[in-house]
């Protein structure tokens, strides 16, 4: 558009200065309308980097091609990203998160010192009706040390020497003198790594926060409250955070796991799940509504991955790490149906795929546009206010709206979805909606699913694929032959099944044609991304980690060298690879992008195999390019893979080339080489 209004401004101020005829003007027009359309059908030329060199078959692709797709999933939330440190810190968990558990689970009773007391579970004068359950400690004699409770984290709480600790608590003092607290932050021998003192006020329930400055490193410390005099005390929403949050927000996010994922950066971030966000039943479909406001007031539940939801990281915290990495936020919600496998439904007895209620939808309708308005609306607004309140007056910027998960396509589905979509659009139709085409790449589900999204137009369907590296390496051609236009593609879910060399370098191999058909493919993102090893209940992942530190996978690498080497153009026919027997929808694969931003053009070459192979580029259509370029290599054995203990075995290497060895690159068997190069004047 800029363009032909720059022509068109040009050619009338030609005409102005009398040096064109009219008969020269309208086929000037018709020459600059035709450059426009050429390029927007993306079959045309497009001009590259300063030197605007035409390029025949050079079209525009997706500008948020990579992004990521969290789900609170394997702890990936609560005892991972989200850096609270006390499990079950308000006494929520219950038997239907898992059959073991209670209020306590997670929580000991601390009589040291010779004190005794008891302690149970209340639900009368809650700190807030959405949090029904708390501690009541009654101290009968408080010994020399204290009665209380102690919290051991989710496996442990992992401090650092010298590093700052925000503690704060809740306390309703139901006896009737003030009483003296400590907060020791402790080892399970007994050393003392840091306290807190306080002392109780009469009346309601008070917030009591401290800051605890960690004496020692430890893996395993525990925080234990005690009452020191006799007293009958109120406890709820114990809390401790590291200081050093990620960007230092409150209610925020572990500093590792959170630069970790802003190190992808992500064109775009997809939350909160996943089967998390369709639920095991009715009732445990996600409702975003529960998860903002202050911490207290929020509505916990069951987790679809059989433990606990906090809700601590809610909409508002996933909002705001889009912000503060710079990815476009994706929300799903559920399609009005809960997933069709709730209750397991492989087992007797399990409830399959349910609707909401249809006298119900109206409101689950409003909720949705609700979340709209909480992202993008003026803090005068009802939603943007709550938005405002939280801390962000200015708006989110919300761009897409998911709804559904790999729903099973029945009618039930597909009327609720169609009631959804059609309010959404009629009221927001600046927001692209992504639907939803069922688990798997093909069968009944994907068919049906893909015939209601044209039925719809639905501008963007979420596609998903676990499957082996060959079959990666078999699809490599799946986008080539879709039918253009047609909705877009965001493959929101993929994975090949493991965490070695020759996993990441298929799905590389894969990524390489979801550039090259950048036009239909919008998004894609790899799934699950984060994994706490103790408690991971799906493999393969992108991160794992413990408590005190993270592995990024070789399949992190592939995902980062492509995603932070995005371009916006994609420019066929630049490199050419040969080795004996193998062809380009095999082991061997790569292609060819320009970043608008930077210029540059980005070379990626994948060698699947076990033989070298080469690669040789012609860049001569280019224009000028610089003498050297940066090229990574991610190399190994097929089945090298990093670890928890080992996280650096097989990373990216760093180095320059020459651009004239390019017309003869010798590929790595077992590799995947980025090559960076700049076009001379940028
Ligand atoms: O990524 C793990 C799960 O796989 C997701 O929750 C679900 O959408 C898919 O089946």
């Known amino acids: 558009m800029l363009i032909i209004v720059l022509y068109t401004i040009i050619i009338i101020n030609l005409k102005k200065l009398n040096l064109m005829s009219v008969k020269h003007v309208w086929p000037a027009l018709c020459l600059a309308l035709l450059f426009v359309v050429d390029l927007a059908s993306g079959q045309g030329t497009a001009s590259l980097g300063a030197q605007k060199t035409k390029i025949p078959g050079a079209k525009p692709i997706s500008k948020d091609l990579f992004g990521v797709f969290f789900e609170d999933l394997s702890y990936a939330a609560d005892g991972g990203l989200y850096a609270q440190l006390i499990q079950n810190n308000s006494f929520e968990y219950s038997a239907s998160d898992r059959k073991s558990w209670n209020p306590l689970t997670a929580w000991e009773y601390t009589t040291e010192g010779y004190g005794y007391g008891t302690i149970s579970v209340e639900t009368a004068k809650p700190v807030h009706p959405n949090n029904p359950h708390y501690v009541l400690l009654n101290i009968d004699d408080a010994g020399q040390q204290g009665v209380g409770i102690t919290s051991a984290g989710y496996d442990g709480i992992s401090i650092i020497a010298g590093q700052k600790y925000d503690f704060s608590i809740y306390v309703r003092q139901v006896s009737a003198k003030p009483v003296d607290m400590q907060v020791q932050l402790h080892g399970d021998k007994g050393a003392i790594y840091g306290t807190f003192s306080f002392q109780t006020q009469a009346g309601a329930w008070k917030k009591y926060t401290g800051t605890i400055t960690a004496t020692a490193s430890a893996d395993s410390a525990a925080l234990t409250v005690l009452g020191r005099q006799r007293s009958v005390l109120a406890i709820d929403e114990v809390s401790l ?7 230092n927000q409150p209610n925020g996010l572990r500093a590792d796991l959170a630069q970790a994922i802003a190190g992808l950066e992500p064109k775009f971030l997809r939350f909160p799940g996943g089967c998390l966000v369709h639920g095991d039943g ?40 889009c912000e503060d990495i710079g990815a476009k936020p994706l929300p799903v919600v559920a399609a009005g149906v809960s997933c069709q496998n709730s209750g397991g439904t492989w087992r007797i007895g399990g409830t399959g795929q349910k609707g909401i209620p249809l006298i119900e939808m109206k409101s689950y309708i409003q909720d949705v546009l609700d979340l709209i308005e909480y992202a993008n609306g003026p803090a005068t607004s009802v939603w943007g206010a709550k938005r405002a309140a939280a801390g962000h007056p200015k708006p989110f910027n919300l761009q897409y709206v998911g709804i559904g998960n790999e729903d099973k396509q029945t009618n039930d589905f597909r009327d609720r979805f169609k009631m959804i979509y059609d309010a959404v659009r009629a009221k927001h139709p600046e927001i692209t909606i992504v639907g939803t085409v069922g688990p798997a790449p093909s069968g009944e589900d994907y068919d049906l699913g893909w015939k209601f999204a044209d039925q719809l137009s639905v501008p963007v369907v979420d596609e998903h694929f676990y499957e082996s590296p060959e079959w990666f390496l078999k699809n490599n051609n799946r986008y080539d032959s879709f039918r253009r236009p047609k909705s877009k593609v965001y493959i929101g879910e993929y994975a090949s099944r493991g965490n070695n060399l020759i996993n990441a370098l298929s799905e590389a191999a894969f990524m390489t044609s979801l550039e090259r058909n950048g036009d239909i493919v919008q998004m894609a993102s790899y799934a699950p991304l984060l994994a706490n090893l103790k408690h991971t209940s799906w493999n393969p992942n992108l991160i794992y980690f413990n408590n005190k530190t993270l592995a990024p996978t070789v399949n992190y690498y592939v995902q980062q060298l492509f995603s932070v080497n995005q371009g916006d153009t994609y420019i066929p026919g630049i490199v050419s690879l040969s080795q004996p027997g193998a062809s380009a929808d095999s082991i061997l694969a790569a292609s060819c992008v320009q970043n608008s931003k930077t210029g540059d053009i980005i070379l990626k070459i994948v060698n699947a195999g076990p033989q070298a192979a080469t690669a040789s580029a012609n860049l001569s259509g280019l224009g000028a390019v610089a003498a050297n370029a940066k090229i990574d290599v991610l190399q190994g054995q097929p089945s090298d893979k990093n670890t928890i203990d080992q996280p650096k075995n097989i990373v990216p290497s760093h180095a320059e080339i020459s651009v004239a060895q390019l017309g003869n690159y010798a590929v790595p068997p077992y590799s995947l080489s980025v090559i960076r190069i700049s076009l001379k004047g940028n």
Do not use: A
């Open 282 to 321: 009715l009732n445990n479909i996600y409702r975003w509504k529960n998860t903002i406001g202050p911490i207290e007031q929020r509505i916990q539940q069951r987790n679809i991955w059989n433990y606990h939801q906090s809700t601590g990281l809610g909409f508002y915290e996933y909002f705001r790490f």
């Open 241 to 247: 955070f590291p200081h050093n949050t990620f960007k």
